[in-house]
């Protein structure tokens, strides 16, 4: 009987999971519907800064170990931010890659297959990134490895700006800041 | 009204398989095969072997042992076509993004083994609720089945909603109506297969089980036969779909500084 508890439990506690998932908008591939506009520029200087290597080691020669400790933590809440901000880029990017997908030119379907696939692969990697930095505030001195986010929002720029051509030749893509 | 072999009864076992062998017709003659062989497969096989077993339950002549070898074959049948359903959907929500492909395989994998495992654990776990190895061990088998289906169903709803993915609209219809039924029958054969229930109770779970059905059948009905609301096709207009500038600057930054 407790065994029967489990399992009907279990199938409850799925069927409110599934539902809840099946009803949340923007679970069905349709056609309309744009929310590319929320994308938010991401300052590339102060993410290279916070992701360099050298930085770090500059910083841990020139300060105490516990001044280190602070001050790498500080930059790495810091990225963790950047991070955040790019796997949201990432998520109104598959957004706006999956309405262009059911686009009736194949230019623009296959450009906006591109694009779906470089943000998903950033998501990924986002997420990765993240746990990384998140184990890192913990041990601020061992090192960190950011570099698949830098390669993931570099060829996700790449497949926006050519699906934003595709889709409106005037106005070019910006999913970053000067 | 609610008892085995009433009205009601004979309706909800008849009626969804007879809808769900006209859907697969429909299927068949708008070439949709092509895009869901799994789901037509499924929709043919396994609402003949639906309507095979209904047979046998309503033939007098037919012996009850005979009834429970035809429930084994309907099992064995649909069982399989199941998982390949779930394949399929699988194939269609990541299998087209090279870059998750190979994570969801992965994670599927690993899911189904532990699935698989925790089922068997499960089925080994209750006493018979039956003097018959034929009904308790039919019981287990249902059991099994819709516990690694829950499961890799429910993965491939939280999955795609991590990455904010949007299921195609036949997909998101057959993944819904297949979740459904996969979670109402977990639960009510779990409860018969280790609850022993009464009779009134056991055939008030097979009237749940019926109805659901019927609903999921017309899901099924409703997201692959139904044509979806006219939609904007238009495209956005200008500066509505991104930001204005240039990535120019950016990519030269970041190969700078990969490169350095």
Known sequence: MTLAIILVLAAVFALILILCVALLPGTQLSRNGHRAGQIQPLDVKAFRNLADRSEAEYLRLRLTASEFRQVQRARLRALAAYVHVASRNADMLIHAGQTALTSSDPHTAAAARELVDSALLLRRNATVALLRIYVALAWPSAGLAVTPILEGYQRLSGSAMLLGRLQDPGSPVRISAQ | ?260
């Not at chain 2, 209904?54 to 429930?71: K, L, N, Q």
């Not at chain 2, 909603?161 to 195609?168: D, E, H, I, M, T």
């Not at chain 2, 017309?218 to 096709?233: G, K, N, Q, T």
Request: hydrophobic share 50%; proline share 5%.
């Open chain 2, 1 to 260: 009204m609610l008892q085995a072999h009433s009205w009601l009864w004979h309706y909800l076992w008849v009626a969804p398989n007879i809808v769900l062998l006209g859907l697969g017709l429909a299927i068949w003659k708008r070439r949709l095969w092509r895009q869901f062989p799994a789901f037509f497969a499924y929709a043919l096989l396994g609402a003949l072997s639906e309507l095979a077993v209904y047979t046998t339950d309503v033939v007098p002549s037919i012996s009850a042992e005979t009834f429970w070898r035809a429930i084994w074959t309907s099992l064995l049948i649909e069982g399989p076509l199941k998982f390949f359903l779930v394949g399929e959907i699988l194939s269609h929500t990541f299998g087209v993004y090279a870059s998750l492909k190979r994570l969801a395989s992965i994670l599927i994998r690993v899911l189904g083994v532990v699935l698989v495992l925790a089922a068997a654990v499960a089925a080994a776990y209750p006493p018979n609720d039956s003097r018959f190895g034929i009904i308790s061990g039919a019981h287990r088998l249902e059991q099994t089945i819709y516990l690694v289906e829950t499961g890799l169903l429910l993965f491939i709803f939280l999955f795609s909603a991590y990455f904010k993915l949007r299921l195609s609209r036949e997909i998101f219809g057959i993944a819904l109506g297949l979740s459904i039924s996969a979670c109402v029958h977990l639960g009510s054969w779990a409860f018969i297969a280790n609850g022993i229930p009464s009779e009134r109770t056991r055939s008030l779970l097979d009237f749940l089980n019926m109805a659901v059905y019927q609903v999921c059948v017309l899901i099924w009905c409703y997201y692959l036969l139904a044509r979806p609301r006219s939609v904007d096709v238009s495209p956005p207009p200008p500066n509505q779909n991104f930001p204005h500038s240039d990535l120019g600057d950016w990519n030269r930054e970041v190969e700078r500084l990969m490169h350095s």
